[in-house]
């Protein structure tokens, strides 16, 4: 029903075209009653006439004018329904634009040109070429756009009447700054402020969305491919060697299609070579023009498989698309449709022939592998249906396009009627009218538009039927570009010297052991070194199909820590006899095992957004409820098992997820090793969903924003609900060898739990200050926190609040930044912080239960916040001491400098205080200052150096009112070293 509210949004232009102020040379073109901007540049030698790609305009040629138009003429245009040009109702498809760019040249008196295109304008240089030959010297093709297969879904999605019109208005102008440094390797280098604002203006100029929607539905390119090999012009391909819009793939495929053409690869180059490396664009573009006459010249190998295949087909579900419903027979449709399809009209004569022998062009395909090259037989349309000669986009024989619309006749007045109808239906509901019945009249004529367009278009598809000699041969083929894999990832090694970090002030009354857990009288000071290294293999099944996972080797490994003694061997019976290390297992001789995999997750980029499924890696603002661990110094690597739905909305992201938090109990691995485990029951799982809405851009446009002299401004409000029925404790708190694979319902334990949060951060940046903070408030309701069976306790609930914030002023000329935090979190009146529960704490504990189900005083409330594990703010109190910043106030100053690009100083002050004073040791709310040091150093390919020095000095929070007198706290330091490397 939104499709169909919001389907006459994206309208063509009406009236003349809303242009800026122009200056008084500017051109323009009257063709086939399109007004066309056009720029002549260059006074002598052979003609260029410039196409550029899909949503852009002529002056993308700009960084290359100047060279190639010395010695050249240079036509450059904007094409209909883009940049500057006229932007209304018509025929956008390669060969009606093909026909125009003809008549522009007669108009401008130009009997040849040679043709430079970029993306899909190569779609219409290559009709042109097989149109109009005589007009054409030779082709530049980059990153051409010309395959069926590489129009990614939203665009085929985009076919089907009013469902693209809801995409395209919805979605086609969000995000552009985003979208457009994707093309770009480096776009940091190439990609300005000036450029950005640009685009958006475009996309904001009346018909700008409509004319693209129409643009991309008459991208019919699998009527095109088949006389690719007979367009007989030299051609020069040149492709950036990273180009993720237009694969490199297609780059050889469309060699190995067009018989005399040449291949170039530019590196460190995306979809924009002419943007990222114009010298070497302009060098292989004036030696190819300049070069004489020659055969087919590739530098490349021809595809191993270029068998011409049916292309796939868009499906939508059965409630949008009625039209992929299976056709044949269709017993309920039109009579006369009936009729027509009986007598066997509408059949093409457009077939694609597997050949063994020679080729059209009297030459012999080559062979691959026992692979045979496709070659095309003439397309002849038949007129069997009235008012359609061929589907739109398709190329005759005789070189003729019939008009192209995106439904049929009998589809278009259906459609129109349908569209007038929802129209005035909007309209009337936005009013406040009932107009029910007209929103059902209009969308039962468009689901009767989209019926009568399915058969037309099975009649007359040149698809439709193909005849192979053997077809066999198309299970080794594929005209999809292969997967591919990427890798990123860290490696850190790092140790430290630490001292006093129990403070010397003896044992807590209720555990007996220190703040840290060692037995008293324990060493005073012990080093430790670990490391870990993360890798994020990412599968690229296409630009749209991603598997992200994640796999970390030795996470945390204290280096030592599996001597080969360890467990004792009659080889190796005591460590000091040890030569070697043993690899990490789980349970032998390590708590972990040498190899993990964190992440695993599916990603398919939709026409309405990024769908995901598995176990992701997720972090949300400042990192202070939702934070993945995966930054070179964090320590704990936290996921989480969702399915997810991100798309962009008004500028802004929308997420909406559900999360598999915890199954309870489940059986079958333990007991069938060969197969898969189940889950129990559903009533003991723990799911969460979540909801977020978050203006947010990638840091390369936040820097390019502020380079540009403009503030950024990012927030973001999330808010998640979580729940459980009941819950199987046995499951969890048996070992899994113990687990018997089944519970009966005594074992479940009632556990009516509801939990709510929200968070919210915002972030403001400009070139000299960034503001950023935020605070989440989370209520949580426990019907009961038994871990017995058959034994209730009383109703538990929580309401707990956390927040930071932070500013950080920067100085450029004197090289010097200056910082300050202060974070909260709320707290409980119990004793001890609650970072850690285990047992009723008594006065003067570190740690323990905030509940308490004492008869004569119960503490039935939890309302103390934690900080996420992974949010550093010190280097021992916080991150060592206690855990967790939790039942405190914190302030935080530091100074940074960067006397050289590539070293960076700082030292920083942290004064905390707990909020209750029964929550610290020594019943007092002032906790400590801490003074950190930090040295870093970037040194060589990715390798950087941290050294880290810090001191602690406890105050009255840690005083042991134990003894008498009262033990005073000693400070604690460390010193530790870190290097990393990111790949």
């Not at 070069?291 to 868009?314: G, I, K």
């Not at 069976?789 to 002023?809: D, I």
Request: net charge negative.
């Amino acid at each position: 029903m939104l499709a169909l509210l919001v389907a006459g949004c994206a309208t063509f232009q009406e009236g003349p075209a809303d242009l800026p102020e122009l200056p008084e040379d500017t051109q323009f073109a009257e063709v086939q009653g399109f007004r066309l901007h056009v720029k002549t540049v260059g006074d002598h030698g052979d003609w260029l006439l410039f196409v550029h790609g899909y949503s852009a305009a002529a002056v993308e040629w700009m960084p290359v004018v100047p060279e190639l138009c010395r010695d050249h003429r240079c036509l450059l245009v904007d094409l209909p329904g883009f940049g500057l040009s006229d932007k209304k109702e018509g025929d956008y498809s390669p060969g009606r634009l093909a026909e125009m760019l003809v008549e522009l040249l007669d108009q401008q008196g130009i009997e040849k040109a040679h043709v430079v295109a970029h993306s899909w304008g190569s779609s219409i240089a290559l009709s042109l070429a097989h149109r109009h030959p005589e007009r054409v010297g030779r082709l530049v093709l980059v990153g051409a756009w010309v395959y069926y297969e590489q129009l990614p879904t939203f665009l085929l999605w985009a076919r089907v009447p009013v469902l693209g019109e809801a995409i395209y208005t919805l979605f086609f102008d969000e995000q552009p700054e985003m979208r457009y440094q994707q093309t770009y390797v480096e776009p940091d280098r190439h990609v300005t402020q000036k450029d950005v604002a640009a685009i958006k203006r475009y996309l904001h100029r009346r018909g700008a969305v409509r004319a693209a929607l129409q643009a991309a539905r008459d991208q019919r390119f699998e009527t095109m491919q088949p006389w690719y090999p007979g367009i007989e012009k030299e051609t020069l391909l040149v492709w950036g060697e990273q180009d993720r819009v237009s694969l490199p793939f297609y780059a050889r495929r469309l060699a190995a299609d067009l018989p005399r053409s040449r291949l170039v690869f530019l590196p460190r180059c995306g979809h924009m070579p002419h943007h990222e490396d114009p010298q070497g664009f302009v060098r292989e573009v004036l030696q190819f023009l300049a070069a004489p006459v020659s055969d087919r010249n590739s530098t490349d190998p021809p595809l191993a498989a270029q068998t011409h295949t049916p292309p796939r087909q868009p499906c939508m579900p059965m409630l949008l698309l009625p039209a992929c419903l299976p056709l044949p027979p269709f017993p309920f449709l039109p009579g006369a449709l009936r009729r027509r399809r009986r007598k066997g009209r509408g059949r093409s004569a457009c077939l694609v022939h597997v050949s063994r022998g020679p080729t059209p062009h009297g030459q012999a395909a080559p062979h691959h592998g026992g692979l045979r090259r496709a070659t095309p037989v003439p397309c002849q349309t038949t007129n069997d249906l009235p008012g359609r000669g061929a589907p739109a986009g398709t190329e005759t024989s005789t070189g003729k396009t019939e008009r192209l619309f995106p439904l049929s006749s009998r589809g278009r007045h259906f459609a129109r009627g349908g569209m007038q109808i929802l129209r005035a239906a909007t309209s009337f509901l936005l009013s406040g009218a009932s107009s029910r019945v007209a929103v059902l009249a209009g969308a039962a004529l468009l689901v009767a538009a989209w019926t009568a367009e399915a058969q037309e278009l099975r009649a007359v598809t040149p698809y439709r039927n193909l005849l192979y000699e053997d077809p066999l041969e198309l299970e080794h083929d594929s005209l999809r570009a292969p997967p591919w894999l990427e890798f990123s990832g860290a490696v850190r090694v790092r140790g430290a010297h630490m001292a006093n970090l129990d403070l010397d002030r003896g044992a807590c009354p209720g555990t007996g052991k220190t703040i840290l857990g060692l037995s008293p009288g324990a060493a005073d000071t012990f080093s430790s070194a670990d490391m870990r290294l993360l890798v994020d293999p990412v599968f690229r099944l296409g630009p749209e199909v991603t598997v992200r996972s994640g796999l970390v080797l030795f996470d945390n490994l204290q280096l030592g820590s599996t001597p080969s003694a360890y467990p004792a061997t009659p080889e190796v019976p005591m460590p000091a006899g040890s030569t070697s290390q043993a690899p990490p297992r789980s349970g032998v001789n390590s708590l972990s095992d040498s190899i993990g995999v964190s992440t695993l997750s599916l990603e398919w980029l939709s026409p309405v957004g990024l769908l995901l499924a598995g176990r992701t890696a997720g972090d949300w603002g400042l990192g202070l409820v939702a934070n993945s661990g995966r930054c070179a110094d964090c320590d704990f690597l936290q996921t989480a098992d969702r399915v997810a739905w991100i798309t962009s909305l008004f500028d802004a992201l929308v997420a909406v997820s559900y999360d598999f938090d915890a199954n309870g109990g489940h059986a079958g691995s333990w007991g069938n090793p060969a197969g898969g485990s189940y889950d129990l029951t559903d009533r003991d799982d723990l799911r969460t969903v979540n909801l977020a809405v978050a203006h947010y851009k990638l840091p390369g446009v936040t820097r390019r924003q502020i380079l540009g002299g403009e503030t950024a401004f990012h927030w973001g409000v999330s808010f998640s609900y979580r729940w459980q029925d009941s819950d199987l404790p046995g499951f969890y708190l048996a070992a899994p060898d113990e687990w018997p694979g089944d519970a009966s319902g005594s074992q479940y334990v009632g556990r009516g739990l509801a939990a709510y949060l929200v968070d919210a951060w915002f972030r403001v940046a400009s070139a000299s200050l960034l503001l950023e903070g935020e605070g989440a408030w989370m209520y949580t309701a426990l019907d009961s926190a038994s871990m017995m069976p058959g034994v209730a306790t009383a109703r538990v609930t929580g309401q707990q609040y956390g927040g930071v914030l932070r500013a950080r002023w920067r100085f450029p000329v004197l090289k010097l930044t200056l910082s300050a935090e202060a974070g909260l979190a709320s707290g409980d009146e119990a004793y001890g912080f609650g970072a850690r529960t285990g047992g009723t704490p008594k006065a003067g504990d570190m740690d323990g239960s905030q509940i308490s189900f004492n008869g004569s005083d119960p503490d039935l409330e939890v309302n103390n916040f934690r900080f996420n594990s992974n949010f550093v703010v010190d280097e021992i109190l916080w991150r060592r001491i206690v855990g967790t910043v939790t039942d405190a106030v914190y302030g935080k100053a530091s100074v940074g400098l960067r006397p050289l690009s590539w070293l960076e100083t700082g030292i920083s002050g942290i004064y905390s205080r707990t909020l209750f004073a029964q929550s610290a040791p020594g019943i007092a709310k002032d906790l400590g200052f801490e003074g950190n040091i930090r040295l870093s150093a970037d040194v060589a390919d990715g390798l950087r150096f941290h050294l880290v020095g810090a001191w602690l000095n406890p105050l009255d929070g840690f005083r042991n009112l134990n003894v008498v007198p009262a033990l005073e706290p000693a400070d604690a330091w460390l010193v530790r070293g870190m290097a990393e490397a990111r790949f």
